[in-house]
């Protein structure tokens, strides 16, 4: 059983930058991977974001260059480092745990960007 609670979200202008924490408990060593999940106002849901637990990360398309997906283990965290936010990347941003054979969701943090 793995708990996820995100955090860190909130309303930015174009161009500012928010980081977005997961502080993850439970089963821990049991964890395949961690990933950022966004659903944006029209209810379209993509991965923005995907870590293993051997430090290898991905990236959508559409933020590659921009965000950065990290962890640090003694506080059993993973961030979302968010730079030059564009309105387009306004969304609920959920934090994702997959172990063998299960995953695990948050409950989400809201993020707004205004022009």
């Known amino acids: 059983q793995v708990q996820l609670v995100e955090s860190g979200g909130g309303s930015v202008q174009a161009g500012g930058s928010l980081r977005l924490s997961c502080l993850v408990s439970g089963s821990i060593a049991s964890i395949v991977s961690m990933a950022w999940y966004r659903q944006d106002p029209r209810g379209q849901r993509e991965q923005v974001a995907h870590i293993t637990n051997v430090g290898t990360t991905t990236y959508g398309d559409s933020v590659k260059g921009r965000f950065t997906i990290s962890r640090n283990d003694v506080k059993n965290t993973v961030y979302l480092q968010m730079d030059d936010l564009k309105p387009e990347d306004t969304g609920v941003y959920y934090c994702?745990?997959?172990?063998?054979?299960?995953?695990?969701w948050g409950q989400g943090t809201p993020v707004t960007v205004s022009s």
């Open positions: 994702k745990a997959v172990l063998l054979g299960a995953a695990y």
